[in-house]
């Protein structure tokens, strides 16, 4: 007779079922501990070779992953799997991999990584994640300390700074309307946001999501080395205000993607305290100036922010994804954005999955703290400054060149220059920099992105890599030298 009246079939589960978990009970811990060192040994080799391989591998599209075996495959099977994974995927860790916002991971957030999904903790409340949680509260009230704000400020670390600007812009509606129980039934006009023209596209991603429509993005207009520009900020708060529109946020941009570029600040929060509207500012690059005594001076004026996007995941090197949404006033995540879970303990500590827009979601503090913890905050300052002298010498060098033109002055570690050869018509000088571009991958194991920016195309160098040298720099410009050489001797 079943114990309580039940009858039913014990399953009993295989070995190499169980296998594919780590025994609480220390049954299969050697096995566990090969297959860990297996992986690190991999990923060890494969990091550490990055210089012998290209950047950017030729991108296979016969690629199969659609077979699910029946009965799994062997651990070895696996890392041979993997190791041909590895060897397809693109290789940010070359010195010469110089094209986009994407860092190298520190080791700790690599092993922090590691630890949370060993530990596989919910961020979504306090019971679920008791230390974790905690800690992404005081992490990130001392980042926004650095930031300028007080002690009432609080954050939450979300998924990227898509998400993050999402979260703010989402706050700052339900605030300035009563959306957060009515929606828009109630409210009257467009309410609209204003934003930089070259400003990152998840600002209308977000103006999109929240119901605003993306015609509820206004455009302002940027100057020459592609900042805001506050007279024309204040002549469209006023034209839409004419227009019956509902002006409610400002976002500012704190390192633009094509440029690096940073707005004035300080003017733009003037603007947004005169006409009573949220100021958010998408720092998800430039944010980590803070870090910076030499540089933190590029970003004053974001203190008077109501709230800021951050990614970590950029120029302070944690693995992705690590991203961050600071608030000057945290009671607004409880009063415009807090949706209780009656199925969580009710303790005097906020779950953090109730003022996020993120429920259940991995521990990324962990490996932000582990590496602040590594490279000290004098780590970072120096990677920081480090940057700009490699920016520096890489601008020198396009000025130096009459046949390469700089799109503006860097605010950071970015340099966007185009080649312009005075033997070809202008209207082929998109293709040439396409060419030049790939001359570069393919000669010197050299990536610059190509985005087509104000209507043309630009090579965009990311001076980020702390292992890129003054003399992969000197690489670089010999290559140039040597293609636009090529059509001087024609």
Known sequence: ?????????????????????????????????????????????YVSTAADRTPLPTIRRDAAYRDFPETG??????MQALRNILGQSLNPSHPRFIGHMDSIPTIMSIVGDLVSAGLNNNMLSLEMSPVLSQMEMQVLQEVGRRFGYGETARGVMLSGGTLANLQALTVARNCAFPTLKEGFASVEGQPVIFTS???????????MVMGIGTSGVIPVRTNTN????????????????????????????????????????????????????????????????????HHRHRIDG?????????????WMYVAKTCAMVLFKDGSVLETA????????N??????????????????????????????????????????????????????????????????????????TPPQIPEEEWDQWNLTLQQALLRDAHTFLSLPTYRGRRWLRAVLLNPFTSQEDICRVFERIDQQYKSITER
């Open 337 to 344: 954005f807090r949706i209780a879970a009656p199925y969580m």
């Open 1 to 45: 007779m079943a114990v309580g009246g039940w009858k039913g079939v014990v399953i009993l589960l295989n070995k190499r079922v169980l296998d594919a978990f780590i025994s609480p009970r220390s049954t299969n811990a050697s096995e566990i501990h090969q297959v860990m060192q297996a992986t690190l040994d991999l990923i060890t080799s």
């Open 346 to 419: 009710d303790t005097d500590f906020i779950n953090i999955g109730e003022i996020s827009v993120q429920g259940t979601r991995h521990a990324d503090i962990l490996k932000l703290w582990l590496s602040l913890q590594h490279v000290g905050t004098q780590g970072y300052a120096q990677l920081i400054d480090a940057s700009y002298d490699l920016v520096e010498s890489f601008v020198q060098r396009v000025n130096d060149r009459p046949y390469l033109e700089l799109d503006s002055m860097p605010d950071t570690n970015l340099c966007c220059f185009r080649g």
């Open 197 to 207: 023209e070259v400003a990152h596209t998840s600002v209308h991603k977000a103006a």
């Open 302 to 314: 974001i203190e008077e922010a109501d709230s800021i996007a951050f990614n970590p995941q950029k």
């Open 226 to 293: 592609s900042q805001m520009i506050p007279a024309d900020l204040e002549k469209k708060i006023h034209q839409a205000v004419s227009e019956g529109r509902r002006p409610f946020a400002i976002v500012a941009t704190a390192g633009t993607t094509v440029t690096g570029s940073i707005d004035p600040l300080a003017e733009i929060a003037r603007i947004a305290s005169r006409y009573q509207l949220w100021l958010h500012v998408d720092a998800a690059y430039g944010g980590a100036l803070v870090f910076s005594t």
């Open 73 to 78: 495959r062997s651990a070895g099977d696996i």
